[in-house]
């Protein structure tokens, strides 16, 4: 569990919110005192874009050929045909799959990732434990597990049942404190009580709504007999939101679309500081040795990592299995209820900047792990919050306001020529969307591709909004997460609503 001196950490939960404030609010009065600098660091963040926008097109059309790639190959014969002496035997190693929900229709649960799990190919049905965390508040928890367990019995080695009981003391209601229990109380009956070895043994976090490829868990099988890193590593699929794109109103649908192609790059990325996101495997023995999720966060996918990352003295890292797992995109009975469960969903995961002042104290604890390799988790952590939150402000306001402000300033050259570099960069930049959005298209499945002239249309039309759609579902909801913190207010966790 985290423990901080209270004056650290709140100088700490204030950085993040002060970076971005401070960079928001820098060419306001920047364009003042310091015209000339507002401009060099909107030159610099232009070309920094310009190299990531390309740089995420590039990985991800490398990330769609792997998955073309992989998609159909059988592992089990890829392992009979190269297996080794030190490669743990297939048939001995089990799944665990954790699947925590709260108030999600059985329905969901059904169609989604038992159905999901219950298709996997190329492994036997005894090598996956699935597991239905139920949260003992939630209405008719007991009716629905009872249904569920009758309606797919048979279909997987064990499907098992737990129940996290609600107000546990040093506890925030969520998914990370119910699959802490849902894990402990398995790991005691399997390994404990019945004395299977911990060694053979992975856990997936699932998310109630996802929908694994037909290959994941084989191929996951395959990586984790031939690893001799096993016990280090986590396996992340890419996350697409596919379940329901198109039901989704425009905005959500395009954040998602380039949320899509983004996590195909990123978890390909050179300077492998990729985190674990969403629905992802690793070894019980890793689970076991970091203690479990702690039961204290909100995001628990990239705490989750840091827990490892130095319990492991920095050895931990994550490795992509590129068959693609399927979600939903938020939704709602109307347009706007969508529009605000997407801000809640945003906001939700941007909470995930309380592990910085966690990554940074732990760093702090742990000189072990080379001083090199700390600062760049940190920086990668800070990277990703403080361009969620800015990046619209700098590319969409930055250029302009200086010179609006200061008009002196726009009769120089620099000042003249800002917002023609700046227009240039980003139109530039529309081709390297203009490729994401073709290679996700590639990507989807046949029931929500584009059929007809009218549906292209529709596809190329949403893109006019993209400015409107970046602000509101995804600046601005991490800006607020931000904020809060900075301000020492809690979030409160707030599920993501599922409809059938």
Request: proline fraction near 5%.
């Amino acid at each position: 569990m985290r423990r901080f001196h209270l004056p650290q950490q709140r100088l700490l939960e204030i950085l993040p919110g002060f970076l971005s404030w401070s960079i928001i609010l820098f060419p306001f009065w920047g364009a003042f005192l310091v015209p000339r600098l507002v401009a060099y660091f909107t030159v610099a963040f232009l070309v920094f874009w310009f190299y990531q926008s390309f740089k995420n097109l590039f990985l991800g059309v490398r990330g769609y050929r792997a998955i073309k790639k992989v998609e159909h190959i059988n592992w089990w014969q890829q392992y009979q045909k190269q297996k080794k002496a030190n490669w743990l035997k297939w048939d001995k190693i089990r799944h665990i799959v954790i699947i925590p929900n709260y108030n999600e229709p059985a329905e969901k649960l059904a169609t989604t990732s038992l159905q999901s799990l219950a298709n996997q190919q190329d492994i036997a049905k005894k090598q996956l434990i699935v597991v239905l965390a139920m949260e003992s508040r939630a209405k008719n928890a007991h009716q629905k597990a009872h249904h569920l367990k009758k309606q797919f019995a048979g279909q997987f080695g064990r499907l098992l049942v737990t129940f996290h009981p609600s107000n546990l003391p040093q506890e925030i209601k969520g998914k990370a404190a119910n699959e802490a229990w849902a894990a402990r109380k398995v790991k005691q009956l399997l390994v404990n009580k019945e004395g299977y070895p911990l060694n053979y043994i992975t856990v997936t976090s699932c998310d109630a709504d996802a929908k694994f490829h037909p290959r994941y868990f084989s191929a996951l099988t395959y990586f984790f007999a031939r690893d001799h890193q096993r016990y280090w590593h986590l396996w992340q699929s890419p996350i697409f939101w596919y379940n329901n794109l198109n039901r989704v109103p425009i905005p959500i649908r395009i954040i998602g679309i380039i949320g899509n192609i983004n996590h195909i790059s990123h978890i390909q990325d050179p300077d492998h500081l990729h985190f674990n996101y969403s629905t992802y495997s690793l070894s019980l023995k890793l689970l076991d040795q970091v203690g479990y999720w702690d039961r204290d966060i909100i995001p628990e996918d990239w705490h989750l990592f840091l827990q490892a990352f130095f319990a492991t003295r920095g050895q931990a890292s994550v490795q992509p299995i590129f068959l693609p797992t399927s979600i939903d995109a938020p939704e709602g009975k109307t347009f706007w209820d969508a529009l605000k469960n997407r801000y809640l969903q945003c906001q939700r995961h941007a909470w995930g900047v309380t592990d910085i002042p966690y990554a940074i104290t732990q760093a702090k604890n742990h000189p072990e792990i080379p001083l090199s390799l700390r600062l760049a988790r940190i920086y990668k952590m800070l990277e990703t919050h403080i361009l969620w939150s800015t990046n619209w402000f700098i590319l969409t306001l930055n250029a302009w306001l200086v010179t609006l402000l200061n008009p002196r300033f726009f009769q120089t050259t620099l000042g003249y020529n800002l917002p023609k570099f700046s227009g240039t960069i980003l139109s530039i930049c529309l081709l390297a969307l203009l490729g994401v959005v073709f290679i996700d298209f590639r990507l989807r499945p046949a029931a929500i591709k584009a059929h007809n002239i009218l549906d292209y249309s529709k596809e190329f039309l949403q893109w006019l909004i993209l400015p409107l759609a970046s602000l509101f579902m995804a600046a601005l909801p991490g800006l607020d997460a931000q904020t809060r913190l900075m301000l020492g207010h809690r979030l409160e966790y707030r599920t993501t609503k599922k409809l059938t």
